[in-house]
Nanobody, 124 residues
């Protein structure tokens, strides 16, 4: 069982930066591939970024590539999402998710655990 708690959201202006954190409780954090998703009002939840167990491998949605960076600190049981050059269209609730992985590849497919989300609002 893994519990995920996101933090770091807020209201910023276009062009600003923000770093989200996701703290995981439970054992064996390093055995989980992690990801960030987001959901804007009236839209479906969409993939943002993912990272493998060790942090070696990452993947990004085209819409955030070059602006966002996912990372993790397995000693702190935490995964991060550094968001730079924010745009109004990045406004959404951001969710952290975890998937048990037997290999150190980027997690793809169904995630087993989800956080409660943190709101990010970017004003123009």
């Amino acid at each position: 069982q893994v519990q995920l708690v996101e933090s770091g959201g807020g209201l910023v202006q276009a062009g600003d930066s923000l770093r989200l954190s996701c703290a995981a409780s439970g054992r064996s954090f390093s055995m989980y591939g992690m990801a960030w998703f987001r959901q804007a009002p009236g839209r479906e939840r969409e993939f943002v970024a993912a990272i493998s167990r060790s942090g070696t491998n990452t993947a990004y949605a085209d819409s955030v590539k070059g602006r966002f960076a996912i990372s993790r600190d397995n000693a702190k049981n935490t995964v991060y999402l550094q968001m730079n050059s924010l745009k109004p269209e990045d406004t959404a609730v951001y969710y952290c998710a975890a998937m048990w992985k037997y290999t150190d590849s980027v997690p793809r497919g169904s995630y087993e655990y989800w956080g409660q989300g943190t709101q990010v609002t970017v004003s123009s």
